[in-house]
């Protein structure tokens, strides 16, 4: 018998919530615990009472919190699809009542926008002492994104030189902006500088000022733009015959208006101002006045397309492969009520969390996607709704 708890209830997990409650083989017993217990009540009614077990209020800042809540349910598993600030806190807990961990998104301090591996890493020793587990970074990017790398690594070359992941989101959403998940975190990633890997060390851009026009499949060309990603950090460090490794996104004319008038404002600062006798981050107040991400799906139409072009060595021979997936908009939320990028991050989450459940992926320690093997991940994204193809490229695409 398998038992999960999912810690967070927004875009991401109600696709997570709704993927696990389908699949009684790997989740016997689903619980759902939130910040905001209307949001978990509210999926335990769409899903039902009989998946969805019980649901609970938690405040997953505070480590103490989540132990009680994890010594009350004694999950085998928690999913943490809450904020990456959370991150620490619920793997504290989870070290505390000897539990797996499984998350999509690396800690971020919430004063400081840094994305490291390092805080959770320093992790690894604690989980291995305590043979428990901890699977980081099981969305799509990261997630899919190291694990059709590995899976490329595995079958297609004898040795990878060369890596760069595309994420482009051709779709409409028909609103003037608005960010596909959860908007703080989305504006905090894309303002950063620019980094990439080469030659043995880091490289830094000014923000989003690299630009590539690039043709994504069924989608057309779009302007893709160089801006460091998380799952860089952990791709370079296991798999060391990288010479470079990039991160790519496409941005329309219209949204990068919009942000650059509101950075230069002072409305994406994370610095805390004085407003009417109290202090507030106007971050977090324009969080507030933007859609909810997950109040996109109705009327999205376009797709998403994302995927890793690799070039490398085989029989001694130098080719270049892209591995993507097309997911619709609409279709998502035909079958889960989401737009594409709750759903390509909800999927990925459910699967990661399957293979922990039934001792697929199971190892004592802190470990990325990239360091297991890549097949039975790659199978479940076909079976549960994000279906990957592999293309044979005439050279790169890319001109820088
Ligand atoms: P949402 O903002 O829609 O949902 C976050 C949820 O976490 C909300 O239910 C929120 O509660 C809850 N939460 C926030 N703070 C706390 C807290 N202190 N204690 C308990 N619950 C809390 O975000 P998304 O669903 O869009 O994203 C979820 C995660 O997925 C994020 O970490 C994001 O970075 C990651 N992600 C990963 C991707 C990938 O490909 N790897 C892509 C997209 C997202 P409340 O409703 O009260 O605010």
Known sequence: MSRVLIIGAGGVASVTVKKCARLPQHFDEIYLASRTVSKCEALQQEVGADRVKGVFAVDADNAKEVEALINEVKPDLVINLALPYQDLPIMDACLATNTDYLDTANYEPKDEAKFEYSWQWAYQDKFKDAGIMALLGSGFDPGVTNVYTAYAAKHYFDEIHYLDIVDCNGGDHGQAF????????NIR?????????????????????????????????????????????????????????????????????????????GMTS???????????????????????????????SGMTCIGTYITGIKDGKEKTIFIYNNCDHAKCNEEVGAQAVSYTTGVPAMIGAALMLNGTWKEAGVWNMEQFDPDPFMDMLNEHGLPWHVLECEGSPFTK
């Open 270 to 300: 994370i610095e805390p101002v004085e407003f009417q006798g109290q202090k507030i981050v106007p971050l977090e107040f324009l969080k507030a006045v933007l859609p909810n991400p997950g109040s996109l799906a109705e009327g999205y």
């Open 189 to 265: 990633e894309i303002t950063q500088r620019g980094r990439y890997w080469e030659n043995g060390e880091w490289k830094e851009t000014d923000p989003l000022s690299v630009r590539e026009d690039l043709d994504y499949q069924n989608i057309g060309v779009r302007a893709s733009y160089l801006m460091f990603h998380e799952e860089l950090e952990s791709i370079v460090k296991h798999f060391p015959t990288l010479k470079r490794a990039r991160f790519w996104m496409t941005f329309g004319d219209a949204y990068l208006n919009h942000l650059r008038v509101l950075e230069g404002i």
């Open 178 to 185: 608005a960010t596909n998940f959860n908007p703080e975190i």
